[in-house]
Nanobody
Framework: QVQLVESGGGLGQAGGSLRLSCAAS????????MGWFRQAPGKEREFVAA???????YYADSVKGRFTISRDNAKNTVYLQMNSLKPEDTAVYYC???????????????????WGQGTQVTVSS
């Protein structure tokens, strides 16, 4: 069965950095869109970043210039490098996969059919 396991979350300092990883197992996602979403307490899930199988990237305006998404297909893993952290980045971060290879990068979670369990990121001020 397919599993997506996030890691790298924890406590970060404002202005500091964290690197999240999401390792997939059960199948390969070479020709899939891989993305990151986050959800803060009392708020709806929001799109953070995504990367296509060809390497095209898209970022939410709130993280553009600070976060970088990348993937290592040999490891079946997607990463989120988070720099210049802000307290408002505090949330549970989820990785997700959209297996429709021909689709443009989607910012709606409805388009993603596999999800990780989430990892907590807390940024102190």
């Amino acid at each position: 069965q397919v599993q997506l396991v996030e890691s790298g979350g924890g406590l970060g300092q404002a202005g500091g950095s964290l690197r999240l990883s999401c390792a997939a197992s059960g199948r390969t996602f070479t020709r899939s869109i891989m993305g990151w979403f986050r959800q803060a307490p009392g708020k709806e899930r929001e799109f953070v970043a995504a990367i296509s199988w060809r390497g095209s990237t898209y970022y939410a305006d709130s993280v553009k210039g600070r976060f970088t998404i990348s993937r290592d297909n040999a490891k079946n893993t997607v990463y989120l490098q988070m720099n210049s952290l802000k307290p408002e980045d505090t949330a549970v971060y989820y990785c997700a996969v959209d297996t429709v290879s021909y689709r443009m990068i989607a910012t709606s979670g409805d388009e993603y059919n596999y999800w990780g369990q989430g990892t907590q990121v807390t940024v102190s001020s």
